[in-house]
């Protein structure tokens, strides 16, 4: 738990017991197999692609054309392929990217 102040404390009682609850809950749709690795891909897919295209643009900028080459191997991976797909699912579903 953390208190006001930013602290964190263990758990006890009848805290602990909410925690599980709420954990129960939360994990429910992987349990039952509602929650897809597509799904997971959607998700992650532009917080992923935002934070990583924005480092390899301070890569190229201070090391220049090999990182470029290496920018766009790391674009056509299966892992950055997938993401693209997961971005296209959620435009498609209506959440934004």
């Given at each position: 738990m953390i208190d006001?102040?930013?602290v964190p404390h263990?758990?006890?009682g009848a805290a602990v017991d909410e925690i599980h609850n709420m954990l129960d809950n939360i994990s429910l749709p992987v349990v039952n197999?509602?929650?897809t690795t597509a799904d997971w891909f959607a998700e992650i897919a532009s917080e992923y692609l935002s934070?990583?295209?924005e480092s390899w643009w301070v890569c190229i900028r201070r090391y220049g054309f090999?990182?470029?080459l290496r920018t766009w191997h790391w674009l056509?991976?299966?892992f950055a392929l997938r993401c693209y797909l997961g971005?296209?699912?959620r435009w498609w579903r209506g959440r934004g990217i």
């Open positions: 006001e102040n930013f263990a758990a006890d197999d509602q929650y934070g990583s295209f090999v990182y470029m056509i991976r299966r971005l296209g699912r």
